[in-house]
């Protein structure tokens, strides 16, 4: 019992931590959001010098109130939940900001990450059955795969795909005819546009879990059980999924709970690229217009979520795995 | 239906409040009293007002309203709404980005007077022209009118709410506008990720009428078959200069010799086609536009159109004539300290980027060095403001009327600034001057009609900044659009141009989308 609440009190005093960050990084960031507001709205023509007034008061920057007195407000409102009203989509709430692109990004980036990772580990598994075959340049291909800068293979995607062969959207979540919800029509349009993003997260992170797969899967053949297995005249089919397979997949499966917490934040890059409307291009907007709010917002859902993945396989690590939670018994 | 890009990136939120920064559709819906033209010199339109007077020393507006508008739930529209507009903006600061300062009382159900404390004739643009007239039975009810979305809009405009969705919004015809029922039944305003993808869905045949830089603009019109191209000359282009030292500015900028040599140095022609593709023009020292406000240009400056071609004699005589020596790299040094500059511009923004580029070649010539910096935007924003450079690249902006009064209060006027460090209002360059100051409150008393009052004002302006030239004129910059003349008929030319032909522009673009044609095809 003393071992899950030492746990517990750890990640609370993480989330502080992390919470605490999330008020004073933003502040440190030059200009202020009138500031910026002004200077864009006088890109397109005039603003009155009364302006500024008003919107220092309408946006609520002029608090004049000292910086201890603002967080400990902040911290009040976090824990209710309130986080106040984002200045770059003025006057929306930042929740409903948040709550409208959260759903696409954990969608696209949810999906990639599990069709990324069911399809890295089998092919892992297969490529450590076969090692010394042709398929071992598998590991090389989608290594260098990995090694592309993010942004770049998207507008590689983007050119050939789009530009050129015109099979896909070039930009957006969903073909803007069309009202979202829950008709077949609609789903059909956002998976359609969805398949170039999550293609781009697939290629690049595949590489990453075939390796560590097919490694875990090399050094799990060489175990006395499996030798056993054999020796009993077992189907290949079997040895390979039912006892090589199986206890090879088990770090990447940790690892794949981990990566889970970090699907919220998304991916800035590809959402940018192909103006896909989540939560990352949400985050870029918030820090181009120094919407301190929207940022507080968001930071405060990916650490949540972060940390929550954490908790969740330490938990459960200590459950599959006793040996973790030894110290707790000496 | 018509589908216009602004130039909006990111989600469109539902927001139909016209007093909050970002509202997305404030023209087509809500409606002014009196439509200013800020692309020429036209007479005020009306709308919800039909005409308005001063008295003599400009401190009583009287307006008659329009009879017989209804807002869009069938009550009729009165004095009182006017009224309650004017008062929600006068007791709620936050919402009075106007400045509106007066007492406003209704006469009767079409008539509604004004009161100022001070002359107040050139507050009358912005109060009859950019303050959006709201419905007092819906309003009086909203608890907190500086946050309030507004999801299901009450207004008299020709567009009414239709639907919003995070990457487009669109509006529809309003059939029971005063005016009529607009041809255009629908107007669709998309959210695209940038210029790029304008270009692109231009290309497609997705978009009618697009605002905002495109490849190739002297053949756009080849390119994009049956989309025409129109180039507004609005933007004056200018170096801001920290030019205060007595507010705290620093650098070789604050002398007025090394403005004035910099501003001879320039070679604009060249800066035009290097950075601009030809797509700018001419700019006037006095800061007026030379199309626009070619009426106010004062006869007694130097040059009533700033040189396209560089002087460099010149520039050294003013420089030699302020003490200044040429060194052995060839760079001008006075007391021991060279005439170096860093110019700011914002990473990104290509087209400037060139510009300084060129700049600094050009100055070098001439013996001054100038090294360009690019900051995001939100650091140059911010160093703009509390005058943290010694130049930066920048465009002026036009106020709510024809009238180059505005630029002049605005950038020039000592009340707009502030010391630096803190954030200045829009004077940025710290510029100061008492006979600058004095006639521009002079001004403020003079009714605009009165043209042959008010040009001594503007000669003394105009002839003292182009002696201290806290602004250095570079060009007058185009704002480029670009939209679809086969689908629809009646868009501004250059020879109507009836209203400011920017797709972002409101109450202008509603003034444009209320004239245009389907053609059928």
Redesign the interface.
Known sequence: MLYYLRKIAFYLVALWTAVTLNFLIPRM????P??????K???????????????E??LGTDTGEPLFTQYLLYLRNMARGDFG?SV?????PVSE?IA??LPWTVVLVGLATVLSVLTGITLGALVGWRRGTWLDSLVPATTVLSAVPYFWLALVLVAVFSSALGWFP?????D?NL??GWSGEFLASAVYYGILPAATIVISSIGGWLLGMRNMMVSTMAEDYVRTAVAKGLRNRRIMVWYAARNAALPSIAGFAISLGFVVAGSVVTE?VF?Y?GIG??LL?AV?N?DYALMQGIFLVITVAVLGANLVVDLLYSIVDPRTRAGAAT | MLVIYTGATGDMQVNFNPFTPGSPSTGPIYEPLFFYNTARADPPQPRLGQKFSWNADGTQLSITLRQGVKWSDGQPFTSRDVVFTLDLLAKNKALNTTGYRGKATAVDDTHVSVKFDEPSFVDGPQLLGRIYIVPEHVWKSVADPTTAQMRNPVATGPYLEDDVKPQAYTVKANPSHWGGEPAIKRVRVLSLSGNQAGAAAIRAGQIDWQTGPVPNVKNAEQAYPGYKVIITPVNQMVLDTCSNPDLGCKGPQTDPAVRQAIYYAVNRTQLNALAFENTSSEISPSLALLERDQAFISGRLQNKVAPMQPDEARAQQILEGAGYAKGADGIYAKDGKPLQLTLKTVSGWTDYITAVNALSQQLKKAGIKVTAQQLSFNEWSDARGRGDYELIIDSLSQGPAADPFYVYSYFYGSDTTEKVGKQAGTNVSRFTDPQVDAAIAALKKIDPKDTAARQPQFDTIQTRIEQAMPYIPLLTQGTISVYNATKFTGWPTKEDLYAFPAAWQSPDNSEIFRRLKPTGK
């Open positions: 960031m030059p200009g202020d009138v500031t910026i507001l002004l200077a709205a006088q890109q397109r023509g005039g603003v009155d010098p009364a302006a500024r007034r008003a919107y008061l309408m009203i770059s989509s003025f006057p929306a900001v409208a692109s070039l930009l957006g979540g969903y803007v009202t979202p940018q103006s409307p291009s949400k907007q181009e120094n």
